[in-house]
């Protein structure tokens, strides 16, 4: 008996009764829990990859897809010396207090360089990296002590306090939930576009791979972890592809998102196809379990490749001309 998949189709079900719904969103809009440790051990993470993959290493403006419920991966780049953060998501679960919170936190692991929380604290925080040690080869002490000046942190909680203020301040955050929309950042104004557990979930992915580029100047570049496993919707890691799409389609009910259910190399085809060169790729394998004859028809095609990827870290850079 897959237990997993009949809860997973009660709380499908449940979203259709009115009121449930709201309050379901309600509920795990809190509980995705992200301190200020994790938010730092993302972005030093997304930072140090970058580095190492000749990208210039101090994005003045970056943009961060589905951050959840605190916007703190961002606040740690606003630190390292950025100035212009743009958050965008499905559901608005920013939280004000939270936030505040964690940034003051984030100024106290900074302040005193503190290593990258590593993955025996944080094992889904990808990717795994050779040494956790703070990154004073990047973040250099010139660099922070201009970056963490204490009148730029009080512009940062100046510009928390009051998000989404366009007048021309030093430091300046933008929010924007539910977001659709390519007019929300100028095209070609971004540096850094980032997600952390976010992809996965996207309904419209080629829309969005060709907003980001839109977004991004010629040579900006994007940074993302993307987990294919099944969220505790199946047994086994990867067995939401055995699933119908009418079953999937009871399963997701009314929620703003679930997943897209697209594995690795759909993301990679379509980030190559709408204009962008793949500079790292680091897959995490696991082994499938399951057998082909019970995967729903449109996956029992996917190559052995994708039916082992449970999880990916990828950068990718603009191509300057389509040309290249
Ligand atoms: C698993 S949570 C991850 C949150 C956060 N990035 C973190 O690391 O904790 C997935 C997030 O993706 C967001 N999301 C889902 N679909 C999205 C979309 N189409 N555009 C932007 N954000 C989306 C959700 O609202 C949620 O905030």
């Given at each position: 008996?897959?237990?997993k998949?009949?809860?997973?189709?009660s709380?499908?079900?449940?979203?259709?009764?009115p009121?449930l719904?709201?309050?379901?969103?309600?509920?795990?809009?809190t509980i995705?829990?992200?301190?200020?440790?994790?938010?730092?051990?993302r972005w030093?993470?997304h930072?140090t990859m970058?580095?190492?993959?000749?990208?210039?290493?101090?994005?003045?403006v970056?943009?961060?897809?589905?951050?959840?419920?605190?916007?703190?991966?961002?606040?740690?780049?606003?630190l390292?010396?950025s100035?212009k953060?743009y958050?965008?998501?499905v559901v608005?679960?920013n939280?004000?207090?939270k936030n505040?919170?964690i940034?003051d936190e984030?100024?106290?692991?900074?302040?005193r360089?503190?290593?990258?929380?590593?993955?025996i604290?944080?094992p889904?925080?990808e990717?795994?990296?050779k040494s956790?040690?703070?990154?004073?080869?990047?973040?250099?002490?010139?660099?922070?002590n201009?970056a963490?000046?204490?009148?730029r942190?009080?512009?940062i909680r100046?510009a928390?306090?009051?998000?989404?203020?366009?007048?021309?301040n030093?430091?300046?955050?933008f929010?924007?939930?539910p977001?659709?929309?390519?007019?929300?950042i100028?095209?070609?104004?971004?540096?850094?576009?980032?997600?952390?557990?976010v992809?996965?979930?996207?309904?419209?992915?080629?829309?969005t791979?060709?907003?980001?580029?839109?977004?991004?100047?010629?040579?900006?570049?994007?940074?993302?972890?993307?987990?294919f496993?099944?969220?505790?919707?199946?047994?086994e890691?990867?067995?939401?592809?055995t699933?119908?799409?009418?079953?999937w389609?009871?399963i997701r009910g009314?929620?703003?998102?679930?997943?897209?259910r697209?594995?690795?190399?759909t993301?990679i085809?379509l980030?190559?196809?709408?204009g962008?060169?793949i500079?790292?790729?680091?897959?995490?394998?696991?082994?499938s379990?399951?057998?082909?004859?019970?995967?729903?028809?449109?996956?029992?095609?996917?190559s052995?490749?994708?039916?082992?990827?449970?999880?990916?870290?990828?950068?990718a850079?603009?191509?300057?001309?389509w040309?290249?």
């Amino acid at each position: 008996m897959n237990f997993k998949k009949y809860i997973a189709l009660s709380r499908g079900i449940a979203t259709y009764i009115p009121g449930l719904h709201a309050h379901m969103t309600q509920i795990f809009g809190t509980i995705f829990g992200r301190s200020a440790r994790y938010c730092y051990s993302r972005w030093l993470r997304h930072l140090t990859m970058a580095h190492k993959n000749g990208f210039p290493n101090k994005p003045n403006v970056i943009a961060e897809l589905g951050p959840g419920d605190s916007l703190g991966v961002g606040f740690a780049a606003l630190l390292s010396g950025s100035n212009k953060f743009y958050a965008f998501d499905v559901v608005k679960y920013n939280n004000p207090k939270k936030n505040l919170k964690i940034f003051d936190e984030l100024v106290d692991l900074f302040k005193r360089r503190e290593n990258i929380p590593n993955e025996i604290r944080f094992p889904e925080v990808e990717p795994y990296i050779k040494s956790y040690e703070f990154p004073g080869h990047i973040l250099t002490e010139t660099r922070l002590n201009e970056a963490l000046r204490p009148e730029r942190i009080e512009s940062i909680r100046n510009a928390i306090i009051n998000l989404n203020n366009a007048e021309e301040n030093e430091i300046q955050i933008f929010y924007f939930a539910p977001w659709y929309n390519s007019a929300i950042i100028k095209e070609e104004s971004v540096d850094m576009i980032f997600s952390n557990a976010v992809l996965e979930h996207v309904d419209d992915l080629k829309y969005t791979y060709e907003l980001l580029h839109r977004w991004l100047k010629p040579g900006g570049f994007m940074s993302h972890q993307i987990n294919f496993e099944c969220h505790e919707i199946a047994k086994e890691w990867n067995g939401h592809w055995t699933y119908s799409d009418f079953v999937w389609r009871l399963i997701r009910g009314k929620r703003s998102f679930l997943l897209n259910r697209d594995p690795h190399s759909t993301h990679i085809e379509l980030m190559k196809k709408i204009g962008f060169k793949i500079v790292c790729d680091i897959k995490v394998k696991k082994v499938s379990k399951i057998q082909r004859k019970k995967m729903a028809p449109r996956f029992r095609n996917l190559s052995e490749e994708d039916l082992t990827t449970s999880r990916a870290f990828i950068q990718a850079i603009k191509k300057n001309n389509w040309a290249e």
